[in-house]
């Protein structure tokens, strides 16, 4: 399979807990996002990877929230501390750079933080 | 902020029918439009995108572009009880995608 491929894609943890979620891309595709989805909404944009340059990170996102990607391949987005309010589905995609810029999401990890 | 706006569903119509989604948004800046099906516990698959004024059909989809009215919209047309799902309207700005809340849609037989 050559799609964004997402891990884990359940994780329930307790308040106060670090997780992290990993993101395998679409191989030529040198751009990678991560977006959060709560229900009823639709993705909120948390941060962008240009290869492995972090480019954007959203004005919205807690400094609990750190994303890598250290070789321009995977990224790896921890979430530090979680609070109840950081359960939601958190969702990968990936695009190539001459595109027209659409989005190629993953099967998403979703987060239950009890 | 970057607003996308949808129109409030859920949207009910029967099989064989239209189905008419709307999405409006704030920048006059947007380069491309999106729209992408989400099913329930799923992730966004993308149907199709559209950057130049005017309509744009893929199979029984067709999206419609007018940026002086800062407008996007999609038709189904033919409905069947498998686009039974929420449409989420995405917008381009720079090199990321905001999007809408989504519209419900479903297709009874």
């Known amino acids: 399979d050559t799609g964004v491929s997402q891990d884990p894609r359940h994780k329930i943890t307790k308040r106060g807990q670090n997780v992290t979620f990993r993101c395998d891309p679409i191989?030529?595709?040198?751009?990678l996002y991560w977006y959060r989805q709560t229900l009823g909404q639709g993705p909120e944009f948390l941060t962008y990877f240009q290869n492995e340059a972090q480019l954007e990170k959203s004005r919205l996102l807690s400094d609990r929230f750190s994303a890598e990607r250290p070789k321009g391949s995977f990224s790896t987005l921890e979430i530090q501390r979680t609070e109840q309010g950081d359960s939601a589905m958190y969702l990968c995609?990936?695009?190539?750079?001459?595109?027209?810029?659409?989005?190629?999401f993953g099967e998403g990890s979703r987060l239950t933080v009890l | 902020q970057k607003e996308v706006e949808q129109n409030s569903g859920p949207l009910s119509v029967p099989e064989g029918a239209i189905a008419s989604l709307n999405c409006t948004y704030s920048d006059r800046g947007s380069q491309s439009f999106f729209w992408y099906r989400q099913y329930s516990g799923k992730s966004p698959e993308l149907i199709m995108f559209i950057y130049s004024n005017g309509d744009k059909e893929d199979g029984r989809f067709t999206a419609q572009l007018n940026k002086a009215s800062q407008y996007v919209s999609l038709l189904i047309r033919d409905s069947q009880p498998s686009d039974s799902a929420t449409y989420l309207c995405a917008v381009r700005y720079d090199y990321k995608l905001s999007f809408g809340a989504g519209t419900t849609v479903t297709v009874r037989a």
């Open positions: 191989s030529e595709h040198n751009r």
């Open positions: 995609a990936s695009s190539f750079l001459g595109s027209t810029g659409e989005l190629f």
